[in-house]
C-alpha cells in the first residue's frame, strides 16, 4: 500500500507553505535522505527530505502550490509497480478535510512523524557510518533538550528518530523545553484581545474610486503581522530609557580596529552592544528569562537575538553563548547570520531561542524609538544613533560628547520595573567602561 508523503512543518512558526518545486518526477526511485522538493516556509526556503525508500507514484500538489497546510498529502510513495490510482484519490479527497481540523500538536509532526510512529525500534541506523536518519523537528528538538541522537532509538521507519522518541528522552524538565523550543506558542491571547482593525472589504470600500495596488502577504509578513499583534496585545510592555555616552567606547572601537586590520577584522558599534547586553544577563541573570505561558524559565547561557532586516519583513538570528565570545567572534558571526538571513537561508534553529532582542536603527539616523518584544523573551533593546550632544561634565563644566539614547522594552510579567533598571544600568556600564567587556 502507498504511503503518503506529506507537507512537513519545517519551522516552529510554520502552519502551511508554498511548494516551490519538486526536485523528483513521477516514477523517481528515491533513499531516505534524499532530497524531494524545495519548499518556502513562513522565513526560509528549506530543502525537504526522503523519509522512506521507494517510487515516487503521484505528485498530488503541484511544484509553486501557495497556502499547502501542513499535514496535508503531497505525494504518494510506493513499490515500483504498485497501483496509486485509488490511494490518489482518496489522499486528494481527504486533505482539504483533514488537515484544518488537525489537533495543533498533530500540525507540528513533520511527514515521517505522521506516518511512521506506531513502527518498531531498533538502533537508529547511519548513512555512510556517520549519519544518524531523524527527521527535522526530532534534530531540533534534541538540540534544545541536549541530547545525543546516536543514544536514542527510533520508532521511525527503519529506525529513524521521530519527535515522540527525543520528547521522551532523560533531558531537562519538559515543560520548559517545550516553552523555549515553541515561542510562537505563547499565551493564547485574552478573550477581550483587541480587534485587529477594519476588514479587508471596508479597506477597499474607503479607497473606492482611489488608485491603489494591492500587495498580497507572503509567508514572512503573515507571521510578522501576527506575531506583533500577538506581542501588542498581549504582553504588558513597559519602557526604560537612558543616555549612554560612547566617547570611551569609540576610542577603544579605533583603536582595536587599527590592530585587527590586518586580520581582516572590523569591529562595529554594534557588536560592542551584544557583548554589553549579553555581559548584563549575566550580571543580573534574574532578568535573563523568558515568559513560558503559565511560568518564567530563566536562561543560563545569554543568548541575544539580533533583529536584521530583510527584503517584506526581519528575521532574529540568536548569538548563543555570546557572553562567552570575543568581540571579534561575536562580529564575524553576526556578519555570517546577517548574511544569511538576507539571503534567506538560515536554519529554523539559528533564529528560534533566546531570551533578549537588540533592535539598531541609530544606522538610519534614528534617535530613540521604542522597540516590539519578540514573544517570548522578557526584553529587547531599542538602540538609536550616537550624536554630539552639549552635556555636563563631572565638574560642572559644560562639555561635548557623543551620546546615543537606548530604550529597553521589557515584559512586566517577566522583568519588574527595578529589575529592569538594574539591566539596563548594566548594559549602560559595559558600554560607557567597554575596557571592562575584554577582562
Not at 531523524?134 to 541522537?149: V, Y
Request: proline share 7%; net charge negative; aromatic share 2%.
Amino acid at each position: 500500500m502507498p504511503t503518503e508523503i506529506l507537507m512537513p512543518a519545517l519551522s516552529p512558526t510554520m502552519e502551511e507553505g508554498t511548494l516551490a518545486k519538486w526536485l523528483v518526477k513521477e516514477g523517481d526511485t528515491v533513499n531516505a535522505g534524499d532530497l524531494l522538493a524545495e519548499i518556502e516556509t513562513d522565513k526560509a526556503t528549506m530543502e525537504f527530505e526522503a523519509v522512506d525508500e521507494g517510487v515516487i507514484g503521484r505528485i498530488l500538489v503541484e511544484e509553486g502550490t501557495e497556502g499547502v497546510k501542513v499535514n496535508t498529502p503531497i505525494a504518494l510513495i510506493g513499490e515500483a509497480g504498485e497501483d496509486m490510482s485509488g490511494a490518489a484519490a482518496s489522499s486528494g479527497a481527504a486533505a482539504p478535510s483533514s488537515a484544518p481540523a488537525a489537533a495543533p500538536e498533530e500540525a507540528a509532526k513533520t511527514a515521517d512523524e505522521a506516518a511512521a510512529e506506531p513502527a518498531a525500534a531498533p538502533p537508529a541506523p547511519r548513512k555512510d557510518g556517520d549519519r544518524i536518519f531523524a527527521s527535522p523537528l526530532a534534530r531540533r528538538i534534541a538540540a534544545d533538550k541536549g541530547l545525543d541522537l546516536a543514544q536514542i532509538r527510533g520508532s521511525g521507519p527503519h529506525g529513524r528518530i521521530v519527535k515522540a522518541d527525543v520528547e521522551g528522552a532523560s533531558a531537562r524538565p519538559q515543560p520548559a523545553a517545550a516553552s523555549a523550543e515553541t515561542p510562537a506558542k505563547a499565551a493564547p491571547a485574552p478573550a477581550g484581545a483587541m480587534p485587529t482593525g477594519p476588514s479587508a472589504d471596508q479597506v477597499l470600500k474607503m479607497y473606492q474610486g482611489r488608485d491603489t495596488q494591492e500587495v498580497a502577504l507572503d509567508g514572512m509578513r503573515r507571521t510578522v503581522a501576527a506575531r506583533l499583534t500577538e506581542a501588542k496585545q498581549t504582553i504588558p510592555h513597559f519602557y526604560l530609557r537612558r543616555d549612554i555616552r560612547l566617547d570611551a567606547l569609540l576610542k577603544l572601537r579605533s583603536e582595536l580596529n587599527t590592530q585587527l586590520e590586518g586580520r581582516g577584522v572590523k569591529l562595529s558599534v554594534n557588536d560592542f552592544i551584544i557583548k554589553a547586553c549579553a555581559n548584563a544577563l549575566q550580571q543580573v541573570p534574574e532578568a535573563n528569562a523568558v515568559w513560558a505561558g503559565d511560568r518564567i524559565l530563566r536562561l543560563k547561557p545569554s543568548d541575544v537575538a539580533v533583529a536584521v532586516a530583510v527584503e517584506g519583513g526581519l528575521f532574529t538570528p540568536v548569538l548563543q553563548d555570546a557572553h562567552m565570545k570575543s568581540l571579534s567572534a561575536l562580529s564575524a558571526e553576526m556578519k555570517d547570520l546577517a548574511t544569511r538571513a538576507r539571503d534567506r537561508k538560515l536554519a529554523p534553529h539559528e533564529y528560534v531561542g533566546g531570551s533578549f532582542a537588540i533592535s539598531n536603527l541609530g544606522m538610519y539616523g534614528i534617535d530613540d524609538f521604542d522597540a516590539v518584544i519578540n514573544p517570548p523573551h522578557g526584553g529587547i533593546l531599542a538602540v538609536g544613533a550616537g550624536a554630539k550632544r552639549p552635556v555636563v561634565g563631572a565638574d560642572g563644566e559644560l562639555t561635548v560628547a557623543t551620546v546615543m539614547t537606548a530604550t529597553l522594552s521589557v515584559d512586566h510579567r517577566v522583568i519588574d520595573g527595578a529589575l529592569g533598571a538594574q539591566l539596563l544600568a548594566a548594559i549602560v556600564e559595559n558600554l560607557e567602561t567597554p575596557m571592562t567587556m575584554l577582562a
